[in-house]
C-alpha cells in the first residue's frame, strides 16, 4: 500500500510540475515541424515551415513579452493563460498570428493570417 501512495504522489508531482514549464512562467524553444498553406477555395497544401520562411526554431520569452527568432523579435501583444493552454498573440510583416501552446505537454500550434492567405503551423516547445 505504501509503494502504491508513493508512485501516485510521485506521479502527481511530476505532472504538476511538468505543467509549470508551459504555463507561461519559463521561457520556452519551439520547433516548427509541419505547416500547411492555405487559399481561400483551394485545397491546402502540406509543406516545411522552412519553405514558407518560417523559423526551425523560436524562442518565446514571457518576462519580455516577445517571440524571439533568427532574423527577428516580434512583441506578444496578448497573451491569455487558462489551466490547458496559453494564448499568444500579436502581428507580423502584414500577418496577424495566434500561438497556443498546451500546458500539459507544451504542443504548438499556430495560425498566421492576412487578407490573402493563411497558414498553419504545428510543433513543440520545451523549457529553456
Known amino acids: 500500500m505504501k509503494?502504491?501512495?508513493l508512485f501516485a504522489v510521485l506521479c502527481l508531482?511530476?505532472?504538476l510540475a511538468g505543467a509549470a514549464d508551459?504555463?507561461?512562467?519559463?521561457?520556452?524553444?519551439?520547433?516548427?515541424m509541419?505547416?500547411?498553406?492555405?487559399?481561400?477555395?483551394e485545397t491546402c497544401t502540406r509543406v516545411l515551415p522552412d519553405n514558407l520562411g518560417l523559423p526551425q526554431f523560436i524562442r518565446i520569452d514571457f518576462?519580455?513579452?516577445?517571440?524571439?527568432?533568427?532574423?527577428?523579435?516580434?512583441?506578444?501583444?496578448?497573451?491569455?493563460?487558462?489551466?490547458?493552454?496559453?494564448?499568444?498573440?500579436?502581428?507580423?510583416?502584414?500577418?496577424?498570428?495566434t500561438l497556443a501552446i498546451e500546458s500539459a505537454?507544451?504542443?504548438?500550434?499556430?495560425s498566421f493570417v492576412n487578407a490573402e492567405n493563411a497558414v498553419a503551423v504545428f510543433g513543440a516547445c520545451t523549457p529553456q
Open 63 to 97: 518576462a519580455k513579452q516577445a517571440i524571439v527568432g533568427p532574423k527577428r523579435t516580434t512583441p506578444i501583444k496578448s497573451m491569455e493563460r487558462s489551466p490547458d493552454q496559453v494564448l499568444l498573440q500579436g502581428t507580423e510583416l502584414g500577418f496577424a498570428w
Open 13 to 15: 508531482t511530476w505532472t
Open 22 to 32: 508551459f504555463d507561461g512562467s519559463k521561457s520556452l524553444i519551439c520547433a516548427t
Open 34 to 41: 509541419e505547416a500547411h498553406d492555405c487559399d481561400a477555395g
Open 3 to 5: 509503494k502504491e501512495l
Open 105 to 110: 505537454t507544451g504542443r504548438l500550434n499556430a
